[in-house]
């Protein structure tokens, strides 16, 4: 019974099965054969170069700023609207941050992340507004990177990661998907959040298409299930939550899977793109879906995904690191992308590769966590610069004056991006801070 359980189990993690989880189960679900996730394969991975298209202008880092000078920022993102777009509250645009003091060691952030929110009347200079959950009551020991939305009433829902459990005596890094619904309320000066629901826990891995974290403490280190974004279909008007995972299994299971199924790569390396649906309208239920994207035998971590239609397609992007590249495949750090026709299924590299904005050569980790906003502005934050030559490890190795030093910790300059069908391109650099 044990085994037939698991390798049912193994059967409905290989998501190219969706047909067969169809007829396992017999669920009412919209699982089927078209509907696998999409792969990202080796082949076009290592079609990954750099070029002028792709490649962001160096950033000088002297003569940008921060909009919080006690803190560090990096993953960033605004409240929107079902659309998609920027929201403007009475006049306000608001974002939101991961943040920590700035004399926390930038290697060290992701242990006591908070998120922060800032507001803006003109769309490029922001205010600190503070903590957003100010009364203790966030889950997790600390909170990874989310999104937000924004209905009518000023009702705002927000999604973000819970990692760990409060209180642990022992850090660890489980990571489950909540969310919690307020209200924003404005004035000349300032804006805030009130009335935060209960926060909830609306989604965790099951270890059928998305590994849980003790699959994963089974022969790797890499774990993700994180970084919700919200996306409302226009084609539909479907609710949905992407995020990151990685595919379900264990090293072992999926190896042995992968083995006889021909696929090739190494198994560790098993980075994916979730989705799941919401299925009520208060956003606080979600069906779990299979993933949209696999990167099996390619990367072990696709962070910070989105999804948005432009035209009649649909756009999944994501963010990634050389090091989480399968060994033999030599990509930057950088944007990537994907697009489809369909939401469920068909997934292409964009450019081929998948690769949309790379750092430059002289400066290889400068910005991380770009966003893709509705109208071609891509955001980021400043990572570490002028690092000589070293690689995200010896930087980590570095005394913490150096690493001080070079860390940026703030929002980079935006870039414009045109993107048409499976083509993209950098078309100029923005101000610092402009999400519009
Ligand atoms: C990307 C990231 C996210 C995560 C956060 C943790 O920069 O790794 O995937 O939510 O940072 O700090």
């Given at each position: 019974m044990k085994r037939n359980h698991n390798s049912m189990k193994l059967l409905l993690s290989a998501t190219l099965l969706g047909f067969f989880t169809f007829i396992a189960t017999?669920?009412?679900?919209?699982?089927?054969?078209?509907?696998a996730a999409s792969q990202w394969t080796r082949d076009a991975a290592s079609q990954a170069t750099m070029n002028e298209g792709n490649t962001a202008p160096v950033i000088q880092m002297d003569d940008l700023q921060k909009i919080a000078s006690d803190y560090y920022i990096w993953d960033t993102w605004p409240l929107q609207d079902r659309n998609g777009n920027i929201a403007v509250v009475n006049g306000y645009k608001i974002i939101f941050a991961l943040t920590v003091p700035s004399d926390v060691l930038p290697g060290k952030r992701h242990d006591s992340s908070e998120i922060r929110y800032f507001y803006s009347k003109d769309g490029k200079s922001w205010k600190l507004g503070g903590l957003?959950?100010?009364?203790?009551?966030?889950?997790?020991s600390r909170q990874w990177a989310g999104s937000a939305i924004i209905d009518k009433g000023g009702k705002v829902h927000i999604f973000y990661t819970a990692t760990?459990?409060?209180?642990?005596?022992q850090l660890t890094y489980e990571q489950r998907i909540a969310t919690t619904t307020g209200k924003i309320v404005t004035s000349h000066t300032h804006v805030a959040f009130t009335d935060w629901s209960d926060h909830k826990i609306i989604l965790q891995p099951e270890g059928q298409y998305y590994q849980t974290n003790e699959q994963s403490e089974q022969g790797e280190d890499s774990y993700a299930f994180r970084d919700p974004y919200f996306f409302q279909d226009p084609k539909t008007d479907e609710e949905y939550i992407v995020f990151e995972a990685n595919s379900a299994g264990t090293l072992a299971e999926r190896t042995d899977y992968l083995e006889q199924h021909g696929a090739d790569g190494p198994q560790e390396f098993n980075g994916s793109i979730g989705i799941a649906k919401a299925v009520?309208?208060?956003?606080?239920e979600f069906e779990m879906l299979p993933p949209l994207l696999e990167a099996n035998g390619v990367n072990e971590e696709l962070e910070r995904p989105t999804l948005s239609v432009k035209g009649n397609q649909y756009y999944l992007f994501t963010k990634t690191h050389?090091?989480?590249?399968?060994?033999?495949l030599d990509a930057p750090e950088g944007l990537y992308g994907f697009t489809s026709d369909t939401i469920m299924g068909g997934f292409h590299p964009l450019n081929g590769s998948g690769l949309v904005i790379a750092n430059p050569k002289e400066n290889p980790?400068?910005?991380?966590?770009w966003m893709v906003m509705q109208n071609g502005t891509v955001i980021s934050f400043v990572n570490y610069?002028?690092?000589?030559?070293?690689n995200i490890y010896e930087i980590g190795e570095q005394s913490p004056e150096y690493q001080l030093a070079h860390f940026g910790g703030m929002l980079a300059p935006s870039l414009k991006l045109s993107i048409t069908g499976d083509q993209t391109k950098i078309v100029h650099e923005k101000q610092q801070g402009v999400f519009h």
């Open positions: 017999g669920m009412d679900t919209n699982v089927s054969a078209q509907e957003v959950f100010n009364d203790g009551k966030a889950l997790g760990g459990r409060k209180n642990e005596s009520d309208g208060n956003l606080t050389p090091e989480k590249f399968a060994p033999g980790y400068q910005a991380y966590s610069v002028n690092v000589e030559g070293k």
